[in-house]
């Protein structure tokens, strides 16, 4: 299983960025599927995670202001981030779980959100 992540860039406070990640390979047991993301100097943590039928979990730092959504039959998970903040600074990742208990994780993709 891979997980491949793009969208991450430089915005301004109060801007807004797409995160999207697309699953490939051995796809068949795939449950939930989210994001989380690393600051410097800091642990990683949870940003949002979907299910398989849709329904989602974020972290309170991100609740009314990022979405995540997802497309089975495409095997895609999306992120919008809207009105952004400083301390959204991070590598964000692209994260899988399977039926059977494997984790998979995407390449980092770097969001900087100027004050």
């Known amino acids: 299983v891979q997980l491949q992540a793009s969208g991450g860039g430089l915005v301004q406070a109060g801007g807004s960025l797409r995160l999207s990640c697309t699953v490939s390979?051995?796809?068949?047991?795939?449950?939930?599927m989210g994001w989380y993301r690393q600051a410097p100097g800091k642990q990683r943590e949870l940003v949002a995670i979907i299910s398989t039928v849709g329904i989602t979990n974020y972290s309170d730092s991100v609740k009314g202001r990022f979405t995540a959504s997802r497309d089975t039959a495409k095997n895609t998970v999306v992120l919008r981030m809207n009105k952004l903040k400083p301390d959204d600074t991070a590598v964000y990742y692209c994260?899988?779980?399977?039926?059977?208990?494997?984790?998979?994780w995407g390449k980092g993709t770097q969001v900087t959100v100027s004050s």
């Open positions: 390979g051995s796809i068949f047991n795939i449950n939930n």
């Open positions: 994260n899988a779980d399977s039926t059977g208990g494997l984790i998979y």
